[in-house]
């Protein structure tokens, strides 16, 4: 062990020094803070919004004032999801962001992939599709290296739908099998139903654009596959999402898709059964699952050709979407109302339909220019920051190996070799390998201070410091004690190890050319070794190794406490 890995044993040495009485107060506060956080995500999980987010929302106010930055992230994350499920879209992207960059900042991975999952949902939903990606991606990198958990199913479902929006079918689907395959494997597994409702999704989506693009319904089967899946599931009692706050949109997600593909396969009497289903799943309050509703009746009135029905619930879809931000459903049902006029020959209709969708399409990238602007700002800030940290950093290491390090040898002092000792003799002795402290005392050092005057004796301790450290191994550490002692910590070492290691030290100081720093000079030291026992303290310790170094000496003297 060198200084370097010391001083981070003195770091959290130092670290339990404050009042004790202060400390208390702010662990209790910060305790009930957290727990509060707690109570307003199991009130999201129950339904309660609103509610959810006016506690979230005082927990910030709480943090900032504190400068709690763990507990502002953590309350930003919270506000972000209860306005993503309350459809305050924008709102929840800043919210998301802000969380994402405060857990990146102070080195909470889980965190800041928490974050991310949402930052990811809302930008695919707000039509900032790269930025949704790129979050959705960072998000899965995150819990890459993990074992199987659901936060890292919810990732990869997440990647999926981003993808989707995207319109890569081809990898959401991928990215949705690997989370199928994730949750697999959870211990205990968990439910793939949020998944299979996400896949039908994914498959309404390819349907719906090949249509838009070829004017033709393509092949039904990999949705009717899906669509059975989550019958079963539900049927058999498994219809449980990954996040318990989704469970209501999900069943109302499966109900919507469903009547597409009763549409689609022409079956409108099992279609009409899955659009009141999905119907009475909605919850009262205006959500984008008011546009699907909306999406399956148009589609409804399209397979009749009843046609101002259609436009009718077209135009619904859309001005729902735009109600709740949902800009992917809003261009959507501009897509929709083009394919509804074409039919008809409303060329014109058409037209205006176009022109307002190239519209929103500009006006959505122009937002994503602008979050992206605020990225690089941020991330600029947070160079600068980093810069000065890194600054303070060095100067702060500096000090505290200078707290560390004998001023006169170089090497470890008598604190680090303090705090080392008692850092290992904290772990378990039935995990602890062999342990052995010598201490080295110079025969004699008075006398060569008389004799040949300080300044030798100075460089006599130095020498001998160098010595020491050069034929140590590389995980031993040598320290001054105090005035000619030294002490060497062996880890790993039994006390004939030990042993060994101290007769090479002393051939070292026999072979020195002492002549070169006064004529005449002879140095010779006296060690002694003890292994630790079980409830061995450093002092006890210390106590036999100081006995044992007294015995070996020429001349006896009654031993010092120490």
């Not at 499920?85 to 102070?106: E, H, M, N, P, Y």
């Not at 898709?257 to 009409?272: F, K, V, Y």
């Not at 014109?348 to 690089?376: C, K, N, P, T, Y």
């Not at 600029?380 to 390090?405: K, T």
């Amino acid at each position: 062990m060198r200084i370097e890995a010391a001083s981070a044993i003195g770091a959290r040495a130092d670290a339990q020094v404050p009042m004790e009485g202060h400390l208390h107060a702010d662990a209790t506060a910060t305790a009930t803070a957290h727990a509060a956080l707690a109570a307003a995500w199991a009130t999201l999980d129950a339904g309660a919004t609103h509610e959810a987010r006016e506690i979230a929302q005082a927990l910030l106010n709480t943090a900032i004032a504190r400068d709690d930055l763990l507990l502002e992230a953590r309350a930003l994350s919270c506000l972000a999801h209860c306005d993503r499920v309350g459809t305050r879209l924008r709102r929840a992207s800043d919210a998301g962001r802000r969380a994402a960059q405060l857990f990146k900042q102070i080195g909470d991975a889980e965190g800041e992939a928490q974050a991310l999952a949402t930052l990811a949902q809302v930008c695919m939903l707000l039509g900032r599709n790269d930025e949704a990606v790129e979050a959705a991606l960072l998000c899965v990198k995150l819990h890459r290296h993990h074992v199987p958990r659901p936060e890292a199913v919810l990732a990869y479902d997440v990647l999926g739908l981003a993808y989707c929006w995207s319109g890569d079918h081809d990898r959401a689907e991928a990215a949705l099998e690997a989370a199928v395959g994730i949750a697999r494997r959870c211990d205990p597994g968990a439910s793939d139903y949020q998944l299979r409702v996400d896949q039908m999704w994914v498959e309404a989506s390819r349907l719906f654009d090949e249509r838009y693009h070829s004017g033709s319904m393509a092949d039904l089967t990999r949705f009717r596959e899906l669509a059975h899946e989550c019958r079963h599931l539900e049927l058999a009692g498994r219809g449980v999402c990954v996040m318990a706050s989704l469970q209501d949109m999900q069943r109302a997600v499966s109900a919507g898709t469903s009547a597409l593909l009763e549409i689609w396969d022409g079956r409108p009497e099992a279609a009409q059964q899955a659009i009141d289903a999905a119907r009475r799943s909605l919850t009262g309050a205006v959500t984008w699952l008011d546009a699907l509703v909306s999406w399956c009746e148009a589609e409804q009135a399209w397979s009749k050709q009843d046609w101002p029905k259609a436009e009718q619930a077209a135009a619904e879809m859309l001005e729902t979407a735009l109600a709740v931000e949902h800009e992917q459903m809003a261009c959507r049902a501009h897509l929709l109302l083009m394919q509804v006029y074409e039919l008809q020959g409303k060329l014109d209709d058409v037209m205006r339909a176009q022109r307002a969708l190239r519209r929103r399409e500009r006006r959505v990238a122009a937002e994503g220019l602008a979050s992206r602007e605020a990225i690089v700002t941020w991330h600029l800030g947070l160079r600068r920051s980093e810069q000065h940290l890194r600054g303070a950093l060095v100067q702060s290491r500096q000090f505290e190996r200078w707290s560390l390090e004998d001023t006169l040898t170089g090497i470890a002092n008598r604190r680090c070799f303090q705090l080392a000792l008692e850092e290992c003799l904290r772990v378990p002795a039935a995990a602890v390998r062999p342990l052995t402290v010598a201490l080295l005392d110079v025969d004699k050092f008075k006398s060569i201070n008389d004799t040949h005057t300080h300044r030798v004796g100075d460089r006599v301790l130095t020498t001998l410091a160098t010595l020491m450290a050069n034929n140590v191994r590389q995980h031993d550490l040598p320290a001054r004690w105090a005035g000619d002692e030294f002490v060497i910590l062996f880890q790993d070492a039994s006390v004939d190890m030990a042993q060994q290691i101290c007769g090479r030290i002393q051939a070292a100081i026999a072979d020195f050319d002492w002549d070169s720093i006064a004529p005449g000079l002879r140095i010779a030291v006296s060690i002694g070794l003890s292994q630790a026992q079980p409830g061995d303290t450093a002092e006890s310790l210390l106590h036999r190794s100081d006995k044992s170094m007294y015995s070996t000496k020429p001349r006896q003297r009654p031993a010092a406490p120490r």
